[in-house]
Nanobody, 113 residues
């Protein structure tokens, strides 16, 4: 059984920063490729960022230059450092194990203007 647990969400003002964490419990092989997605109210879930075991990364255009994804395989954790936050970044943020098709429960990020 694989479980993903996100944390680090909260409420910040525009221009602020947050660091999200996603811990994987279960098979470490599920850490091969990890992604972050987000879903705002009334909108579809959208891709934010991804990282593979070779630390290759990709980002949605809307977050490039502001968000940084990283990983620590020693503790089965993926991070999303979010800087220069904007009100349009407000959403529920989800972590996903791409290899094992498992989603976390999400962590809420709210950015006020």
């Amino acid at each position: 059984q694989v479980q993903l647990v996100e944390s680090g969400g909260g409420s910040v003002q525009a221009g602020g920063s947050l660091r999200l964490s996603c811990v994987l419990f279960g098979y470490s092989s599920c850490m091969y490729q990890m992604s972050w997605y987000r879903q705002a109210p009334g909108k579809e879930r959208e891709f934010v960022s991804s990282i593979n075991s070779g630390v290759g990364t990709s980002y949605a255009d809307s977050v490039k230059g502001r968000f940084t994804i990283s990983r620590d395989d020693a503790v089965n954790t993926v991070y999303l450092q979010m800087n220069s936050l904007k009100p349009e970044d407000t959403a529920m943020y989800y972590c996903k194990s791409v290899r094992c098709s498992v989603w976390g429960q999400g962590t809420q990020v709210t950015v006020s203007s």
